[in-house]
């Protein structure tokens, strides 16, 4: 399984599309009150504020700066591994929830997770890259679609790079929509959907029928 690429041009407001993309691209559907699941930094800037799942990166520094969707059911008392320095508190954790386009609901305790969320590694060379030519394409519309309309929503782009042999596109949910819109105007592996928050995977999953 790939991580996030360190490559990618992350930007802390998330970022809907529009129209200024030479491609029609389209936003993912809101998906259905299932569970999904994420692994990210929370962070919360004042007692008054709500804690936010910061999915599309985190500057470094001290407090960390990020963005995101507030997080409905956060309780601090509740987890282990936080840090608290000048009234912001974050930590790093696997989060279990619903998403209704606007809150990310908690479903199950959250857990401080062992996979660092800053920093990930430089991408490893696809051994299948694709066409250059259609990755820069791909880059170059899907970063129209960024800028048209930079801190419109939470449902969007959070980040997209040159991940060694495929354009990556980071975005903070997607339902297979935007995987197949972007497999039928480029062509199969060359653009990939990095979605944040995914399906929670239930027993029996991937197993053989039968």
Do not use: H, K
């Not at 993912?28 to 569970?35: I, K, V």
């Not at 936010?52 to 470094?60: F, H, K």
């Not at 679609?145 to 949910?173: I, K, N, P, Q, S």
């Amino acid at each position: 399984m790939r991580s996030r690429s360190a490559v990618l041009a992350l930007a802390l407001p998330a970022l809907l599309l529009a129209g200024c993309s030479s491609v029609a691209i389209t936003a993912p559907t809101m998906p259905p009150a299932d569970e999904l699941t994420a692994t990210a930094t929370v962070l919360q800037r004042t007692a008054d504020d709500g804690a936010m799942l910061c999915a599309g990166g985190t500057a470094d520094s001290l407090p960390p700066l990020c963005g995101g969707p507030v997080i409905a059911g956060w309780d601090w008392d509740a987890v282990d591994d936080e840090e608290t320095v000048s009234g912001v508190t974050w930590g790093e954790y696997d989060v279990v929830g619903t998403w209704d386009g606007t809150t990310f609901t908690l479903t199950r305790a959250p857990v401080p997770t062992s996979e660092p969320t800053g920093n990930p590694a430089l991408p490893t060379p696809w051994p299948d890259p694709a066409d250059q030519a259609s990755v820069d394409r791909a880059l170059a519309d899907y970063g129209q679609a960024m800028t048209a309309d930079a801190g419109a929503g939470t449902t969007g782009f959070l980040g997209t790079g040159d991940a060694g042999g495929r354009a990556e596109v980071d975005v903070f949910y997607d339902d297979g929509t935007m995987q197949a819109e972007a497999d039928a105007t480029y062509g199969a592996d060359v653009v990939v959907i990095d979605s944040a928050l995914r399906p929670v995977e239930r027993p029996g999953d991937g197993a053989d029928a039968g």
